[in-house]
């Protein structure tokens, strides 16, 4: 067994966390930053740090993954970074010539307690970076939240570059919250079809999907400009998606540019999809086109025709808040049972959340925020589950407890397609359940004895 | 790459002036420095700059000390619970993410198995304001408490030595209370160095200091060893304990690649320990002769030839006909078919260049290899090596020790009272010295390259990119943050520090299975689709395709 060492029988543990399900807040910063466009992330901390996310999002896209760092060694950890950031900036506009550059601190810098906008004022001042040239910089301790925090606080700081002209734009901005690129790509074809004008930020989607033609470009031509950025709050409004990844940047553009904010669930699934329309479909005054419609009726189609394979199996679920409460919805709604679910990602409104939508089920749900693998290995080993959706690292308890896996989230570092093959609106939702379905059918075909093994399912 | 393509002939004296071209003046003297044209003279390459801090703001490739101490070396211990004190996120990177194997045989107790899990305090901010301490003590009693580990091993992350957690007490009263459990800390906070380097040092003095000799029980053997500095990554370590085993040489203890607490823990009473990766684990293999009596001899089991020679050298050590002829009778069984893989592909790679930017021995190793592919080494360096990695340990008296390597504890190592014996006596060292042999040295990387040939230290994305754009190799290895911007160039990226996917890459069998994947990724047809035909050809015909 690859988890030989997980014991049936829980054990309450208070100081140890053993198989995370969740990682630091830089890591989501610097994703995040790689949605602007022109963008190079600066990790203010030691260079491992930056190494380690660098790496981990690497694995992930397959993609390059460019940022900097201000390579901490002992004496910036004493006397602070300032010396080693300012330093950076030259070298960094000097070198790479970015337009922005997004700095994210780290649990060094943070507990040293590096002010990071007085360092970048001062920078300023001293003509450290070029003229029409941004830095914006987000805290993003890693001993707070989890990477889906980081994510967010960097959405939030891109809010500073919000500029009202008094001319609203006639647009929506759109936060799309922790999704892959294919997914960004994705709603922005919906909203086109919505007919209704945009600003999608942050926005991966040609930045970390980019093709292969033998040119390497530092700053490929995807992301949100800056002069979209600047543009948000001349918006109508904001749609943030997700209360954990987005919702503070949209609400920080109303705090501070009276541009109104709806806070609305990740469009994963039946149901937050029909919201998420049903959103634009009022915010812009439009009707819904018959494509849009179209694709929503296979859905639905989908869902009848193949009911009797995924209707009251039993679900484990691991993963970030967002994610999960669009999927433990949309399960529900399909008449699954999730009846593990796991954030390591800390707060009680998540249990909350997911105990009002699994209100109905006949049975009691384990939910915890500020959990980890391990725990959700052991309630499997209480109470078997027919399918595991989780990232990757799922997959030793998958194969210890002869589940099938359905990889979703991130970290995916063994799998692809989920930078290509949205998972978002009516077709993610689609595809969402194929996988699903494949999943339980492979299952089938393997283990149905031969006489009951059939030709059509 | 077509051939054409290649005609620009670059001296290196110009691409060293391109590299640096753009940087600002600070950073271009710092870096020309760390870039060197070799001279391959005789006992004098020229001198070039390494193991300094990396430059704010560019581009590294290097990671910390925390990922050399906690990744590198404790990493592949599997029976150890590998504890990371500090944030969650330098815990869950380090999870299984280098591919080193292990193979912990059947469950039970004696194959305990921890690598697959991650273990983290994952500190929150009430800890660093308030210290965490009684949070390290409690998980280390929970991880005591569900597992009943033999060892706890605990790290620290970067806040953990800022807010001052005292974390050798608290392992050392944690042993005290456990009682059958050894516990210890390494201090290896990620800015503690200039890169990993500093990490893997901490690394090998703790596990001398905690483990090493700890068991005096003796472990059978007539050609007893230690492999040091070997991994285990991709099975490497697999395949040369199949050679070993072939042999009738017993591995006392490999460091670390599929290792044990209890291997460590006997690894004194080996009569000779052969290092693999120099930078890594010389410190534990010097220490292990002051104290024990144990020689060492640098090895290399990366390449057919190189295996050999290293089997040969462990053979001539012993002075012993049997093995000697045992080991030749092993080579002479295992080269047929890596002659008869090379036979088949050498036609299909010699003469194709390579480049080689990994770790601190890596890119010595790897050329080994590449010269049993017909291919050249046409620039090269490391991570995170030394002087001494480069020029060879004859320069290691020389090597100014700056503010940030003092940082670094050195352990004062004596001769242990009772189990000091030294395994040769000066007479026999000095005989075998003369027959060939060399202890307690290492020659370099740069002796072995070719004159001319780009050595950098430290290189950056930026310049690696350049030297790509200028030199074309048709094939560039490093790390995985290098792997995609440098195959969007259309030139194939070989991981060697985790291999990608795939290995052994080590013995026999290895350099087979290496000749196989650097024919398939230099051959790949995929490099030649860069281009849309009507990108190959863009004018526009005049006449319609149709009549
Ligand atoms: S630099 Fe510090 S925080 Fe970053 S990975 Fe290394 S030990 Fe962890
Ligand atoms: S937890 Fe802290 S030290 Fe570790 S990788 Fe994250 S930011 Fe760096």
Sequence with gaps: MLLRHTPKEISERKALTINPAKTCQPIGAMYAALGIHGCLPHSHGSQGCCAYHRSTLTRHYKEPISAATSSFTEGASVFGGQANLTQAFNNIFTVYNPEIVAVHTTCLSETIGDDLPQIRKKAITEGKIPEGKYVIGASTPSYVGSHVTGFSNMVKAMTELAEPTGKKNGKVNIIPGWVEPCDMEELKRLTKLMGVGTILFPDTSGVLNSPLTGEYKMFPAGGTTIAELKSTADSMGTLALGEWCSADAARQLDKQHKVPCKVLDMPFGLKATDRFIEALRTIAGVNVPEEIMTERGQLVDLISDMHQYFYHKKVALAGDPDQLIAMTEFLISIDMCPVHIVTGTPGKKFEKRIREITADMPFEVNVKAKGDFFLLHQWMKNEPVDLLISNTYGKYIARDEDVPLIRWGFPILDRQGHQYFPTVGYKGGLRLLEKILSAIMDRKDRDDPETKFELVL | ?547
Excluded at chain 2, 247 to 263: A, K, L
Excluded at chain 2, 391 to 410: F, T
Excluded at chain 2, 484 to 498: D, R
């Design chain 2, 1 to 547: 790459m077509g051939a054409a393509e290649k005609l620009v002939q670059w001296n290196p004296t110009d691409i060293k002036a391109e590299l640096i071209k753009k940087y600002p003046p600070k950073v271009a003297r710092k870096r020309a420095k760390q870039i060197m044209i070799n001279e391959a003279l005789e006992n004098g390459t020229p001198e070039i700059t390494a193991n300094v801090r990396t430059i704010p703001g560019i581009i590294t490739m290097r990671g910390c000390t925390y990922a050399g101490c906690k990744g590198v070396i404790m990493g592949p211990t599997r029976d150890i619970v590998n504890l990371v004190h500090g944030p969650i996120g330098c815990s869950f990177y380090a999870w299984l993410t280098r591919r080193n194997q292990t193979d912990a045989g059947p469950e039970g107790p004696a194959g305990e198995n921890f690598m697959n899990y991650c273990f983290s305090t994952d500190m929150q901010d009430q800890d660093i304001i308030f210290g965490g301490e009684k949070k390290l003590e409690q998980a280390i009693q929970e991880a005591y408490d569900l597992f009943h580990p033999k060892s706890i091993a605990v790290f620290a992350t970067c806040p953990v030595g800022l807010i001052g957690d005292d974390i050798h007490t608290i392992s050392r009263q944690m042993k005290e209370k456990l009682g059958d459990c050894n516990v210890y800390a390494f201090s290896c906070e990620g800015y503690k160095g200039v890169s990993q380097s500093a990490g893997h040092h901490i690394a090998n003095n703790q596990v001398f200091r905690h483990i090493v000799g700890e068991n005096d029980e003796p472990v059978e053997g007539k050609y007893k060893i230690n492999l040091l500095g070997e991994y285990n990554i991709g099975g490497d370590g697999f395949e040369i304990d199949r050679i070993f085993k072939k042999c009738g040489i017993t591995n006392v203890s490999t460091f670390s690649g599929n290792s044990t607490y209890e291997q460590f823990a006997t690894a004194h009473q080996a009569d000779l320990n052969a290092v693999m990766c120099h930078r890594s684990i010389n410190y534990v293999a010097d220490m292990l002769e002051t104290k024990f009596g144990i020689p060492w001899i640098k090895v290399n089991f990366i390449g057919a030839e190189a295996t050999a020679k290293s089997l040969r050298k462990i053979a001539a050590y012993f002075e012993d006909q049997e093995l000697i002829d045992t080991v030749e009778a092993v080579i002479a069984e295992e080269m047929p078919d890596v002659d008869a893989a090379a036979t088949e592909i050498l036609p299909r790679t010699g003469g194709k260049t390579a480049m080689m930017f990994v770790g601190g021995s890596r890119a010595h190793h790897y050329k080994e290899l590449f010269d049993e592919l017909g291919m050249k080494t046409i620039s090269a360096g490391y991570e995170f090596g030394h002087r001494d990695d480069y020029e060879g340990r004859r320069v290691l008296p020389h090597i100014k020790v700056d503010a940030d390597s003092r940082n670094i504890e050195e352990i004062v190592v004596e001769a242990d009272e009772t189990r000091f014996s030294p395994r040769k006596s000066e007479e026999e060292l000095k005989a075998l010295e003369e027959g060939g042999l060399k202890f307690k040295d290492y020659e370099g990387l740069a002796p072995d390259l070719e004159e001319g040939t780009l050595i950098i230290d430290d290189l950056n994305q930026y310049e690696a990119e350049k030297l790509v754009e200028l030199m074309k190799p048709d094939i560039f290895c490093a790390g995985i943050k290098e792997k995609f911007s440098i195959q969007k160039l259309g030139v194939p990226m070989k991981q060697l520090h985790s291999y990608d996917s795939g290995g052994p890459y080590a013995g026999f069998k290895g350099a087979i299975n290496f000749y196989k994947e650097i024919d398939r990724l230099v051959n790949s047809r995929v490099w030649s689709y860069m281009k849309a035909p009507w990108q190959e050809n863009p004018q526009l015909s005049g006449t319609y395709v149709w009549e």
